[in-house]
């Protein structure tokens, strides 16, 4: 398959910040997984999903490519599409308040490290007694569940693609779902975990059984787990820790108001 140039451009862009990782969603793009857009302007790069999501990448200071960031911004606006934005450094965090701060909401969430050493050398959960867990695929996908198709399809697009580079699982008791997880986004590189758990079951193991599966399916495939999450969502920083991921750092995500 060729390599479109901006492909290239935006991974020299992101190469350049000596090792620093970027939003999952990102290496989609990149690696044509998903749909999306990449906008370059010289040492700067927008990167977005055809759902609205985007990260920018690069020199901040480049007021070239922050026209082209205003420019996109206005657009969604214009047609009331989704514009969720995330910053890659305290340096974005202050352009985008400068450019867009009366326009944008700012959250924080944390992006948590997986240590696959500590993972392997720890016990596992396994299945709760009485409950079964199975593998979401296109048919499953029909029925009434959180990670449903139409969920599929706003971030992945068609079904079949994810069928064919994304996975999840779920968990039942009878014909009750328990819980469930999902890639919402997976690359060449990475997977990123979504997951919910029905609130009748928490506190079960659901949660860690599924995100477990998750996370054992990752290493077969050869690619990282990644877990990120609201900075205030005590439950989900809770069950990263007891799965292994580590080190959260902090970054910012803005939403249109």
Same mark, same amino acid.
């Given at each position: 398959m060729k390599i479109d140039a901006s492909v290239i451009a935006a991974r020299n862009i992101m190469d350049a910040s000596q090792g620093k990782s970027y939003p999952t969603f990102a290496y989609s793009v990149l690696d044509r997984y998903i749909d999306g857009d990449i906008i370059i302007d010289k040492s700067s790069a927008l990167i977005g999903t055809s759902s609205g999501i985007y990260t920018v990448v690069g020199d901040e200071t480049n007021d070239d490519f922050a026209?082209?960031?205003?420019?996109?911004?206005?657009?969604?606006?214009?047609?009331?599409?989704?514009?969720?934005?995330?910053?890659?450094?305290?340096?974005?965090?202050?352009?985008?308040?400068?450019?867009?701060?009366?326009?944008?909401?700012?959250?924080?969430?944390?992006?948590?490290?997986?240590?696959?050493?500590?993972?392997?050398?720890?016990?596992?959960?396994?299945?709760?007694?009485?409950?079964?867990?199975?593998?979401?695929?296109?048919?499953?996908?029909?029925?009434?569940?959180?990670?449903?198709?139409?969920?599929?399809?706003?971030?992945?697009?068609? @079904?079949?693609?994810?069928?064919?580079?994304?996975?999840?699982?779920? @968990?039942?008791?009878?014909?009750?779902?328990?819980?469930?997880? @999902?890639?919402?986004?997976s690359s060449e590189q990475y997977a990123e975990i979504d997951i919910v758990?029905?609130?009748?079951?928490?506190?079960?193991?659901?949660?860690?059984?599924?995100?477990?599966?998750?996370?054992l399916e990752c290493l077969e495939r050869q690619i990282t787990p990644r877990w990120d999450c609201d900075l205030h969502n005590i439950a989900s920083i809770r069950l990263a820790q007891k799965l292994n991921f580590t080190a959260p750092e902090t970054y910012s995500l803005y939403a249109r108001k």
């Open positions: 026209s082209r960031l205003l420019h996109e911004f206005k657009h969604r606006e214009r047609l009331d599409q989704r514009f969720t934005l995330f910053s890659s450094s305290e340096g974005w965090d202050r352009r985008i308040n400068e450019l867009l701060g009366a326009k944008l909401q700012r959250m924080q969430r944390y992006s948590f490290t997986f240590n696959e050493q500590r993972f392997l050398q720890s016990g596992r959960a396994g299945i709760p007694e009485g409950f079964r867990l199975n593998r979401i695929n296109e048919e499953s996908l029909e029925g009434d569940r959180e990670f449903d198709a139409a969920y599929i399809r706003k971030y992945w697009g068609p @079904v079949e693609r994810f069928a064919d580079k994304g996975f999840g699982f779920f @968990v039942t008791e009878l014909e009750v779902i328990a819980g469930e997880c @999902v890639s919402i986004f758990t029905n609130p009748l079951y928490r506190g079960r193991g659901v949660a860690w059984c599924v995100a477990e599966a998750f996370i």
